[in-house]
C-alpha cells in the first residue's frame, strides 16, 4: 500500500499488504496473526486533515449559513427518496476521504438547521457559539463524567454550575445532576420522591406496597407517563389535575384529588408542577400548590424543563413565585439558554445526600475508597448512567461570555418578541390567538378566507382542523421556515409559535404571519 | 458600545447603551421595554470568528497532541487546588472572547486526555477521527431525534446502523434504539421483558403484583442493580448467580436459582448474561443460558455493551455464541470501536412493535398522525427520552470510513496486543496474571521486590492491596499514562489494563510494565 493512497483513505493503514515491506521499516517487529504490533496503525496526520477538511465544511455550511435567513431551513425530502439521495449502507471496505466529505456535505444538505433564525419548531432553536465551542471541546476531549480522576475539570464545572442554578431557585443549598434530558429529569424526581417516601422501596422493589400515587396537571408533559410506567408505578397511578383556561394547574383540584387518592386507601406521595407547559406555556400556581404538599407532606417537584430559564430574568421570574419551596426542579438550558441538546438538570433542595443513597450502587471498579485524593468529588454514583456526558460545561460557557445579564437580555427580549408577534396576530385578519401567553409560546390559529365568514360549527372545526397540516407541508416543501402544530385538548389543529434567539427579529416575526397567508390563503 | 468592542466581546451586543444610534440606523425601528426588536442582536461574525479561533486551539491542543506518546496523560491537579487555577465563577458581566480562549486552553490543559496512547483506564480510549467529524456535525446542527420532520437524515442513518447491528447478532429481524449508555440500555431491556411478561404493569404498576425476580450473574456491570431499584422491582429480587473462576455464569447455578424463585412463589421473567464483564471481561455461556431461559419462558437479555464488538471480527465473535438466541443486546460502539462518548444501541428482536407498545406516551405535539409523510419514521416515542442525540451517526461514519473489515481489523488487534501483554506478564518477575483473559481486560498484580519473598498469608495481601494506589497516584501525579486498579470479588487490589485504539502499540505494552516497575519498586 503506497503512503499516498494510505493518506487518501486515511486514518488507519492497511496491514494485509506489504508487511514485509513495513516489517523491515521496524527494529524488533512483532508479527502475531498477520498483524503488526509494532507503533500506532493510526495514519494520525491523514486523520488531522481530515478533521480540518471536514470543519472547514462545517463552518461555511453550517455555522456562516445559520446567520442567513435566506437559506432554506430545510431541503426536504421524502424518506424514501432521501434514502436513495444518501449513501446509507455500510459496506465490507471503507470509503476515501474525498467520499467522505462528500458524504458530510449530504449530511448537513439534506439535515433541518435547527440554527436557522426562522427553525420555530421546537423549545429550542438558533446559535450559540459559546456552547457550540464548549461541545467541540468537549467532543474532541471525549470525557465521562463519574470520577474526578477521568474528568477533573467537568466535576468542578458542574459542581459550580449546578450551585448557581440552585441560587436562581432560592434555596440555600442544594445537590444536582445534569442527565439527559428533561423527561430523564423527571423520572429523577420521581424516584427521588419515592425514597424518600419508603427508602426500602430501593430494596423491596414495589411489590406488596400498596398504590403509590402522584399528581400532576393535564397540561404536563408526557414524560410523566413515561417515567409512571418505567419506574414500576403505573399510567394510571398519575391522577392528572384539572387546568384553569390559561392550562394552569387549578390548586382546589388537587387539593380534592389528593383527598380521593386517600379515600381509596392509595399512598400519594408526589405532586409534579409544571413551570411553562409544552404546548400554551402555562405556569402553574406554585406557592399554592407548595402549601397543598406541606400540608399533606407530598414533594413538590416542578418540571421547569422550559420555563426555569425565567429565573434568570429579573422581570419575568415571578412566573415561577414559589419554586424555592421545591423538593426537586428540573431545568434544560439547552431550551430557553440555547446551551445544546442536551443540557439538562435536576435539583433537589435536599442536602443529606439524598440524591446519593437514592441513587449510589458503589461499584468497586469506578468508585474506590482508597483513592489518593477527596473520593466526594467522585459524583458518579449519584446517576442512573455510567458514562454521562459533560453538559453543564456547555452552559458554563455561556455563562462565562454573556454574563448573568445577557442570559436575562436574552430572556426578556424573546419575551418582548412573543408580546410584539400576539399584538400582530390581534391587528391581523384571519388570525386568532387561543389565549394570552404568559411566555414564549404563542398558539394561534390561521382562518383561511374561504373560512372566516362561516358559523363556528362542526363543519368550521373539522375544516379549520385541516388547514394547518396543510400549511406545514407547504413550508416544509418551500424551506421557508418550520413551525409546530398540534390539536390539543379538544381544540383543532393550532400554530405554535416559540420564541428563542437572538437571532430572531420583529422582521421574523412578520415574515411568520406573512408566509402562513400566503401559504394557506387559498384553502 | 462601538462595534470593534463588541466584535471583541463577541455574539451579542449590548442593547442598553447607545440605543439612539443603533435607532437611527434602522428604518421602523420597535423598541419595546429598552429592547430592540429589528435586526437579529447577534454579532455572527463576532461569533463565527470565535470558534474559528476556538476550532484552531482544540486543533492544536487536543487532536495533534492525541498522536504524541511524550505528552502528559494528564496534567493533574488535586480539587482544592483546580479550583483556583481554573476561573470558574459565573459573573453578572461577560467575558471578552480573549479571555474566553484562554479558559478554553485551561479546560484542555487540565483536562485528562482520554485520546492519548496511553489512557487505558475506562473502557473507552483513543481518538477517531471519522467519529470525531460526525460529532462536530451533530454539535453544530444540534438536532434532536425523534421526528422524521426535524430529523430527516438521522433517523434513516439510525434505522440503517440498527440493520447492520441486528444482522451481526445474527436475528432475521428486528428493531432498537441509541440510548444514553449501557445502563440506560440494560433498563430498557429490562422494562421491556416486564412489559412482554405483563403488559398491564405499564398502567397498573407492580402494587399488588407478586415479586418480580431477575437473573444476573455476580459479575454483572453495577447498572442491574440500579436498574432494579429505579423500576420498582428493587436490589432483593436480583438474583446474583455464581460465576467459574473465569468470571463466566454457571448455567446450572442459575437453573437452581430460577427453581428457587418458583419456589418461593416469586414471578422470574429475565436472565441478563454479560457478554465482556467489565472487570474481568468474561463471556457468559448464552448458548447454554438460552437453553435454561428458552425451558423456563424467561426474557434472556445480553449486556454486551463491552463485549459486543467482539462480534465485528470473524475470528471472535464465538465468544458471543448463542447470542442470536437473545430477546435483547445492549451493545456500545463508543467502548471498543471508538465511536464518542456515548453511542449505545439497545437491540430487539422482537419485530411486533414491542418497543414502541412497551414505552409510547403518544404526545400529540410531536406525534401528529396527520402529516404529509409516513409518520412510522417519527420514531420518538420508542424512547424514554424526549430530546434525544443522534448518536448512531457517529458509529455510522467511521463504518463508512473503515469498512466492515476496517473494523474487525481494530479488534482484532486490540486482542492480538492483548495477548501480547499477557506474554509479556508472564516472562517478567513481579508481575502476576489474575487470569487468562478471553477479551481485552487484562487483570494483573505487581508485586514489588520487596514483597517477592515474602509467604502469601494475611500480611502479603494487605501489603499488596496497598500497593496499586500508590502506583495509581504516582502515574496521575507524573502523567506518564493511566490504568485502573480496583479489589474484586475477595481479590486485593489488582491492575486492569484495556487495549483498545489502534494508536497503540507493542511499545505501549512494555512501557506499561516498565513504568509500573519504575513506580513501584521502592514499595
Known sequence: MSSSCSACRGGEMEVDSNKEEMLQ????????????????????KAGEKFVEEACKIIMEEVIQKAADVTEKVCEWQPPEKLKKLLDLEMRDTGEPHQKLLQLCQDVIRYSVKTNHPRFFNQLYAGIDYYSLVARFIT??????????????????????VLKRMIEFIGWKEGDGIFNPGGSVSNMYAMNLARYKYCPEIKEKGLSGLPRLVLFTSEECHYSMNKAASFLGIGTQNVYFIRTDERGKMIPEELEKQVQRARKEGAA?????????????????????????????????HVDASWGGSA????????????????????????????????????LVKDNSDLLKKCY?????????QDKFYDVNYDTGDKSIQCSRRPDAFKFWMTWKALGTTGLEQRVNRALVLARYLVEEIKKREGFHLLLEPEYANICFW????????????????????????VIKERMMKKGSMMLGYQPHRGKVNFFRQVVISPQVSREDMDFLLDEIDLLGRDL
Open 268 to 300: 400519594p406521595f408526589l405532586v409534579s408542577a409544571t413551570a411553562g407547559t409544552t404546548v400554551l406555556g402555562a405556569f402553574d400556581p406554585l406557592d399554592k400548590i407548595a402549601d397543598i404538599c406541606e400540608k399533606h407532606g407530598l414533594w413538590l
Open 311 to 346: 429565573l434568570m430574568s429579573r422581570k419575568h421570574r415571578k412566573l415561577l413565585h414559589g419554586i424555592h419551596r421545591a423538593d426537586s426542579v428540573a431545568w434544560n438550558p439547552h431550551k430557553m439558554l440555547m446551551s445544546g441538546i442536551q443540557c439538562c438538570a435536576l
Open 139 to 160: 467532543e474532541a476531549l471525549n470525557p465521562s463524567v463519574y470520577t474526578y480522576e477521568v474528568s477533573p475539570v467537568f466535576l468542578l464545572v458542574e459542581e459550580a
Open 446 to 469: 390561521y382562518i383561511p378566507p374561504s373560512l372566516r365568514k362561516m358559523e363556528k360549527g362542526p363543519e368550521f372545526w373539522d375544516k379549520l382542523h385541516q388547514v394547518a397540516p
Open 360 to 368: 449510589s450502587a458503589k461499584a468497586s471498579y469506578l468508585f474506590q
Open 25 to 44: 521499516r521496524k527494529k524488533n517487529a512483532v508479527l502475531v496473526d498477520g498483524i503488526i504490533l509494532n507503533g500506532p496503525i493510526t495514519d494520525s
